[in-house]
């Protein structure tokens, strides 16, 4: 059974700041990118950070200079710091990694199970 795991998620006030962690098990292996989503209420799910195995990242033009994706791969853990959060953050935020399990020879794409993230204006 493969899950990622979610946490840091909770309510904060407008230009407050969160960290969110993401970690997967030793069951995964050779990461290739970890990436964080965020879908608002009545939105589709969007890519707000992604990082390439060699530590390149990007962002949503949303979320540029203000949010900061980073991975501990001793850890198999993905971070996300999250500054001078606005209302229009809100939303559920998902982790998803693109790796190979250790029982099988390709990648695949797993996710968290999602985090709250509520920013009051």
């Known amino acids: 059974q493969v899950q990622l795991v979610e946490s840091g ?25 970890m990436g964080w989503y965020r879908q608002a209420p009545g939105q589709q799910r969007e890519l707000v950070a ?11 033009d949303s979320v540029k200079g203000r949010f900061t994706i980073s991975r501990d791969n001793a850890k198999n853990t993905a971070y996300l710091e999250m500054n001078s959060l606005q209302p229009e953050d809100t939303g559920v935020y ?3 990694i693109i790796a190979r ?19 009051s204006s």
């Open 94 to 96: 998902y982790c998803k």
């Open 50 to 60: 992604g990082i390439t195995s060699g530590g390149i990242t990007n962002y949503a």
């Open 9 to 33: 998620g909770g309510l904060v006030q407008a230009g407050g700041s969160l960290r969110l962690s993401c970690a997967a098990p030793e069951s995964i292996i050779s990461i290739n990118t």
């Open 101 to 119: 399990h250790r029982d099988y020879g390709y990648q695949a794409q797993y996710w968290g199970q999602g985090t709250q993230v509520t920013v």
